[in-house]
């Protein structure tokens, strides 16, 4: 599946994302900005800091010489990341909340004045060489995926979709041959069949042929199906939950070959 590189599309749903960060979090309390999220050793607080940071280097910033925890990290882009959230740890919630305000603004304004050329300029992203634009995309993502991380520990109703949470579904579709053949090790003639039933329904196909693509349509019925909400996926998929749970509830289901759906099931967690 590929990105179609629609400008305004793509950009109203960082506006929208953003805009529903900062409505989210007014008047959040301090015992609140403080609450553990689901991405392990970050608060509430941490996830709208990390979404500044990742902006900050898109300005061209180099991330704070800071000291910071390093035991849980996996890579050198949870290691930048981990800079920026801990140069904003001596703030308070409300602080981020206003520097966040700034950022975006900024960011919004200056994504409106680059020409097309610019946008469209190929360059490093977390996904490889692609287009600016593309990693704009990217960035939808990954702040809808944020901000779903704080709600759930504030015992809040998840998002009730939109275009942010559609464009979220159709970037981890992008990853779904990855996440189906490599990750969960789906054997060759497999046709895996993912029914995502809202609030962003959506029906994602893996056939694998030498190696996993993402089809869609298959010349026979699927090898095995699962079934789940459009959040649980991307929870999963981006290793927010434990599936076993999911699957014991019922809320994730597996048809066709059940041992095969479980271990697909299992295995979805592929972001950094």
């Known amino acids: 599946m590929n990105i179609e590189l629609d400008r305004a599309r793509i950009i109203d749903g960082l506006e929208q994302i953003w805009a529903e960060w900062t409505d989210w ?9 403080a609450t553990p999220s689901r ?49 904003m ?14 950022v975006s ?21 977390p996904i490889g060489e692609v287009p600016y634009l593309r990693f704009i995309h990217v960035r939808v993502y990954d702040s809808w995926l944020h901000l779903e991380d704080c709600r759930e520990p504030l015992g809040q109703e ?9 464009m979220s579904v159709d970037e981890v579709a992008t990853a779904a041959g990855y996440i189906i053949g490599k990750k969960g090790g789906a054997p060759d003639g497999s046709r895996v069949e993912v029914n995502l039933t809202g609030p962003v329904e959506a029906m994602v ?10 089809v869609e349509s298959f010349d026979d019925g699927p090898t095995c199906t699962l079934s789940m909400s459009s959040h649980d996926w991307l929870a999963l998929t981006g290793g927010r939950k434990d599936p076993v749970p999911l699957i014991n509830e019922g809320k994730v289901t597996l048809g066709g070959d059940e041992e095969l759906a479980r271990q697909l099931a299992e295995r979805l967690a592929f972001t950094i």
Do not use: Y
């Not at 196909?205 to 993402?214: F, I, L, N």
């Open 158 to 166: 998840t998002s009730t979709g939109g275009l942010p949470a559609q």
């Open 25 to 33: 979090a007014t008047g959040l309390s301090d015992e609140d900005w």
């Open 205 to 214: 196909r893996v056939a694998v042929d030498g190696r996993a693509s993402v």
């Open 105 to 125: 603004a900024e960011r919004l304004g200056q994504l409106a004045a680059m020409s097309d050329e610019e946008i469209l300029k190929v360059g490093w992203s």
């Open 39 to 87: 991405c392990p050793g970050w608060t509430v607080q941490d996830n709208l800091a990390h979404i500044i940071g990742t902006e900050r280097m898109l300005q061209g910033n180099a991330a704070p010489e800071v000291e910071f925890p390093t035991e849980h990290l996996k890579n050198p882009i949870a290691e930048g990341n981990e800079r920026w959230v801990e140069s």
């Open 89 to 102: 740890r001596s703030m308070s919630g409300s602080e981020v909340l206003d520097l966040f305000g700034v």
